[in-house]
């Protein structure tokens, strides 16, 4: 069983910073390709960001050259790197990880429970 965790949420002004991360693990050996979305109330769930287990990264055009994904050395955790933050980021941040396990690569999809982003001006 694949399972997923975010944290780094929290309440800052405009202009602030924040890094989430998205710590996956399992019982097995996994290869993940992790992708953040977000979700403001009243507004759709939208595409933040995603980087597989390449490295290779893809973002949404709402956070093009302000927010940046990265990942630790054993590739099971994802780090978004959110700059110059306004209030239109403010939204409860999700990470889903894409699973591929074992030798077979047995592939797995699993939401974490969110962490919420607040700015304010």
């Known amino acids: 069983q694949v399972r997923v965790a975010e944290s780094g949420g929290g309440s800052v002004q405009v202009g602030g910073s924040l890094r989430l991360s998205c710590a996956a693990s399992?019982?097995?050996?996994?290869?993940?390709?992790m992708e953040w979305y977000r979700q403001a109330p009243g507004k759709e769930r939208e595409f933040v960001s995603r980087?597989?287990?390449?490295?290779?990264?893809k973002y949404g055009d709402s956070v093009k050259g302000r927010f940046t994904a990265s990942q630790d050395g054993a590739k099971s955790t994802a780090y978004l790197q959110m700059n110059s933050l306004t209030p239109d980021d403010t939204a409860m941040y999700y990470c889903?990880?894409?699973?591929?396990?074992?030798?077979?690569?047995?592939?797995?999809?699993?939401w974490g429970q969110g962490t919420q982003v607040t700015v304010s001006s």
């Open positions: 980087i597989d287990s390449d490295g290779d990264t």
């Open positions: 889903k990880t894409e699973a591929f396990c074992g030798i077979n690569a047995v592939y797995d999809e699993v």
């Open positions: 399992a019982q097995t050996f996994c290869s993940y390709d």
